[in-house]
């Protein structure tokens, strides 16, 4: 079997609502070519009674658990890739718990059934996509106390249904497209990508369209403003912001249809992207 491509070298960009404490926590190391990532948000204590937010595309697509611990409810949903930010508005509830799987660009095809052009620009129940995996999951993630023992649950759920897809994991091509695309900072062009790996536009459209959900070129423009984002966050004093745009008002108008806001209207601390951290209880992160 080929080996498979390496992709865990990305690591998006969010922007986490700051109503919320967001913490990542990593995959078992198996999963780590699929998954970014696990995370987990809860409500501060003391707060307005009623958020908005804004939520930032970064290639990647999510499995959300939310649990609400007075009432015993709790839903799963599929937030499929998107290219545009949108805001989210939600109520303020103290025991409200988010727990979130975050799968790299095209991985939660392993996981997912549905053609990614489906649920593109969609968050979707997931009882309606695959009722077996979720059912496991929702079952599980019910009876766990503890976040390791959630990492613990979908670290063992994912792992076992990995062995039904071992087909589609032996066909290396999207994982190497994908890697040209995010070490091109998403500059390089459809066919400039596939005179190197040798495939048609319409084949890499057609892939695209069943495990990522948008052309090769909607999905490229992401990685870069993705790209660009990443260095304005760590260089916040840098004017210029057109690399791989073909002028400053292009990058600026693009930075607007991402976040919503200019350059100039963001900051730094806006925006989540650091070292993952230890497993905590669940009762320590609503303090």
Known sequence: MQAMTRFDFFRPMIMPSPYTKYKEFQPAPFLRLYICCYWLAFPYKMQVPRYSYDIIPDGCTDIVFEYDRLSQTSSVTYYGIFDEYFHATEQHNPNKITFGIRFYPGSSAYFIREKAKVTARSMIDLNHLNQSLIGKLEDQLLHTNHVTEMIACCDDIFSKA?????????????????????????????????????????????????????????????????????????????????????????????????????????????????VFHHSDTIEDNNR
């Not at 459809?190 to 069943?210: N, P, Q, Y």
């Not at 660009?228 to 057109?242: A, F, G, K, Q, S």
Request: no cysteine; aromatic share 8%.
């Open 162 to 274: 990995l062995k039904d897809t071992l087909p589609l994991r032996q066909d290396a091509t999207l994982p190497i497209i994908l890697s040209t695309i995010v070490s091109g900072r998403g500059t390089k062009t459809v066919e400039e990508i596939a005179r190197k790996e040798v495939i048609s536009t319409r084949t890499m459209t057609r892939m695209f369209e069943e495990r990522i959900g948008l052309s090769p070129k909607k999905f490229s423009q992401i990685i870069r403003f993705q790209s660009i984002l990443n260095e304005w966050v760590h260089h916040p004093y840098r004017t210029d912001l057109t690399d791989g745009y073909f002028d400053q008002s292009h990058s600026i108008k693009d930075f607007k249809k991402r976040t919503g806001k200019s350059p100039s209207q963001l900051q730094v601390s806006d925006f989540y992207n650091t």
